[in-house]
């Protein structure tokens, strides 16, 4: 009867721990997203600028860096060199796709090969699509961004061999973020490009670059490639402060060039839909930050026209550092510093993109 009763138990344990797997599995997939049968997504790759550079620019020489207190304020094991207080862009994608917790970056000295197989990111903060852009800044242009990224595919190879690496490029989400810094550094901050272009011509040489940049990560094995547009960047802190007078407006000369990048970069990515087997995809993201700036009230936020770090109307990067006073609650912030949004935002922008864009890649 002992014997029983000890069987009797050991089941009822055993029976437990397989109900709380359960529960936790099932806890786990909330949130995910539901893609269709027989899809998959084994990797998320990102390319371009400070949104989504998740410590690359750690690597190089640049001040363009925020490998330091008070970023990653909000993240598990504090600064990383996310320019953000807690997780980016690319990190809640593959958070949200249910591949990993986090996007590494592909100079992250402690990258393993796992990590290789279900994808990196190669942004560098300030870069841009005007090859002038990261010249300026000191980081890493989109041209050497595709020269890691060969590298990477040969990594790959040795890893998990040929076939297997042609169906993680095929399958794979790629996306691709810049434009911001071409206008707001570039154009209007360092007036590097006025000579020579007006508002149209610039957004013209963006918009070639960036096409440019897609036909080549198309011909490298990419298939389904995510571009994000450029954002209000005329109502980011920062640019309100330098071109937005003494009422701090938004700089709307700023935003019609975005706006009219975005335009262009949207029917030049449409005309790019006769490549075969491809799915390449313009995501707007201006009009749903904008909502959010705009009505930032109403999305729960305080503040939306100054960041969390210090005033929030200057700091970004190495101006955004341990000697500046921190908001205690960033949350109720639109955006961290005087440039880049929260976690919050981000998160509520990554869902608001797999709601209305996830279907068009399959």
Not at 180 to 201: C, E, H, K
Request: glycine residues 8%; contains cysteine; charged residues 20%.
């Amino acid at each position: 009867m002992g014997v029983f009763t000890k069987l009797l138990n050991w089941c009822s344990s055993r029976l437990m721990v397989r109900v709380i797997l359960l529960l936790v599995l099932s806890m786990r997939s909330k949130g995910l997203v539901k893609l269709p049968a027989n899809v998959s997504i084994p990797a998320v790759i990102g390319f371009g600028d400070s949104i989504i550079d998740p410590g690359n620019n750690n690597k190089v020489k640049t001040l363009v860096k925020c490998n330091f207190p008070p970023y990653g304020k909000d993240f598990q094991g504090g600064p990383t060199g996310r320019f953000c207080n807690g997780k980016i862009p690319s990190d809640l994608l593959v958070e949200e796709l249910g591949i990993k917790n986090l996007l590494p970056a592909y100079l992250d000295p402690n990258l393993k090969p796992d990590d290789l197989v279900t994808g990196v990111c190669f942004a560098s903060g300030a870069s841009g699509y005007d090859p002038l852009t990261p010249k300026i800044a000191s980081v890493i242009s989109m041209s050497e961004q595709i020269e890691m990224f060969k590298e990477y595919i040969g990594k790959l190879k040795q890893i998990v061999g040929v076939d297997r690496t042609n169906f993680i490029l095929a399958n794979s989400f790629f996306l691709v973020v810049a434009g911001s810094d071409d206008i707001a550094n570039t154009y209007f901050v360092a007036r590097a490009r006025q000579l020579q272009y007006d508002i149209p011509a610039y957004t013209d040489l963006m918009c070639n670059s960036a096409s440019d940049f897609v036909k080549e990560l198309y011909g490298l094995g990419a298939r389904r490639i995510g571009v994000l547009g450029a954002p209000p960047i005329g109502c980011v802190p920062s640019q309100r402060t330098l071109a937005g007078g003494l009422e701090r407006e938004c700089a709307e000369e700023y935003n019609y060039a975005a706006k009219l990048f975005n335009s262009k970069l949207s029917r030049k990515l449409d005309s790019l839909s006769h490549l075969p087997n491809s799915r390449i995809v313009y995501i707007d993201i201006y009009n749903p930050l904008m909502d959010i700036i705009v009505n930032y009230h109403r999305y729960g936020y305080e503040v939306m026209d100054s960041g969390c770090c210090g005033t929030g109307k200057l700091e970004v990067a190495v101006l955004c550092n341990h000697l500046d006073s921190t908001c205690s609650d960033a949350s109720k912030y639109v955006f961290w510093d005087s440039y880049h949004p929260t976690e919050k935002v981000y998160r509520q922008l990554v869902a608001g993109i797999l709601q209305n864009y996830i279907s068009r890649f399959f």
